[in-house]
């Protein structure tokens, strides 16, 4: 694995950092047209930026290749130059994590997070580890990004309830927000109180 360490060039760990880092920000755009208080807000967001978000977790979704998983773990090895990490060591830690088919973009963060964080050189236990919390977080931003055109359905069957016509009572209106709010929470609501408005 040192091998590995000394071909790789320092602009392809920049663009490592640079790839994860793009990555990252996709998560915050995401969670940024959840948090959209507008129906046009959210429409901009499913036309203009989640196509293209789609496209890169659909990248990082992709299992690792063996040559992309050897120079990510070397990346980690590499950035602990007083590691006592032997070829042993490397051969090892590599067999351990491809055991468990990691997802490329998984591997990214926890390489990124380990680098950032530890002290010393991470043990095969505490590599293996931020894989699988990496993973985990991969999946909720798979569900955030799913949830995106559930939001705006939602949204919009929310303005039609609020547009409804007053002769129908504010009672009714209030009910079925409350019944399409349950339905985009997943949480059972209580009934609201009867008011007929003002």
């Known amino acids: 694995m040192s091998e590995l ?10 663009l490592a950092f640079e790839s994860l880092e793009s990555f990252l920000a996709d998560q915050r755009k995401v969670q940024g047209i959840l948090n959209a208080e507008t129906i046009e807000e959210v429409e901009h967001g499913v036309a203009k930026i989640l196509p293209a978000v789609t496209r ?58 380990l680098i950032f964080t530890s002290k010393f050189t991470p043990s095969i236990a505490e590599v293996r580890e931020a894989i699988m919390e990496a993973t985990e977080e991969l ?13 705006l359905e939602w949204m919009k069957k929310r303005a039609q ?19 399409l709010a ?13 008011w007929d408005g003002p």
């Open 139 to 151: 999946g909720h931003f798979i569900s955030n990004a799913r949830r995106v055109p559930e939001r």
């Open 56 to 113: 890169n977790l659909d990248a990082a979704l992709r299992p690792a290749s063996q040559k992309e998983l050897a120079a990510e773990l070397a990346l980690i090895v590499a950035a602990f130059p007083n590691s006592k990490a032997n070829e042993d060591f490397g051969s090892i830690l590599f067999a351990s994590v491809a055991a468990t088919r990691p997802r490329i973009g998984a591997v990214m963060m926890a390489r990124q997070r």
């Open 161 to 179: 309830v609020l547009q409804a016509d007053i002769s129908k009572g504010w009672s009714r209106a209030s009910e079925e927000l409350n019944r």
């Open 182 to 194: 349950a339905k985009w929470d997943g949480r059972p609501t209580k009934p609201p109180a009867k």
């Open 5 to 14: 360490v000394s071909a790789k060039s320092n602009s392809a760990a920049a």
